[in-house]
């Protein structure tokens, strides 16, 4: 009698996306995002590499999934900057604060921030990520020889406005329309990009 093998995933594997994500936890926090590595991740949870990649497919999408952050900027902000330039800077206002705008967002979102500011386990993580991902995706798309400090201004003027409204909730721009925020804070993002 022979036996065929199913293609697909061995079974009994259910419990190893729970292992590399604790895996993960633990090397983010000890080793930051850029120190992280999947091999290492998947030796500390007892896997294979692949096994690492076939449940979370990026280092990215796997740092993503550990600290559950609510948008992608990895992957969304790259499309932003491929649309018309003159409109980059309130695209990339819009697309921030709509997705903050949501509960689900918003609540992940504050925790995230929070963590990100009183951490020392997590902080390093986080910055890292957002230092390679978001930061270093919008300089490598900018031609000037300052791209790494616009980038990381773009990244500063974001990330106040996500404190003062979402976290701190300072009146008059807690409650001001996006539209608002979009229109005046837009072009100084698009001057830290191309001017």
Do not use: W
């Amino acid at each position: 009698m022979t036996t065929t093998r199913r293609r697909g995933r061995p079974k009994g594997e259910s419990g190893s996306r729970a292992l590399i994500v604790v895996a993960a936890e633990h090397e983010f926090g000890e080793n930051g995002y850029d120190g992280a590595t999947i091999r290492a991740i998947a030796g500390r949870a007892g896997v294979d590499s692949a096994l690492v990649h076939h449940y979370f497919g990026t280092k990215a999408d796997l740092f993503a999934e550990v600290i559950g952050i609510p948008l992608r900027p990895d992957v969304d902000v790259p499309a932003i900057l491929e649309g018309p330039r003159d409109e980059v800077g309130e695209r990339l206002v819009r697309y921030v604060l709509e997705a903050f705008e949501r509960p689900d967002v918003r609540r992940r979102g504050v925790t995230m921030i929070r963590v990100a500011i009183g951490s020392k386990v997590m902080s390093p993580p986080l910055v890292g990520f957002l230092s390679r991902e978001l930061i270093g995706r919008i300089a490598a798309r900018l031609d000037v020889p300052d791209a790494g400090l616009r980038a990381a201004l773009v990244a500063s003027q974001i990330a106040g406005i996500l404190v003062t409204r979402y976290v701190a909730k300072i009146p008059p721009i807690a409650d001001a329309p996006v539209d608002e925020l979009v229109a005046r804070v837009g072009p100084t993002i698009q001057r830290y990009l191309f001017e």
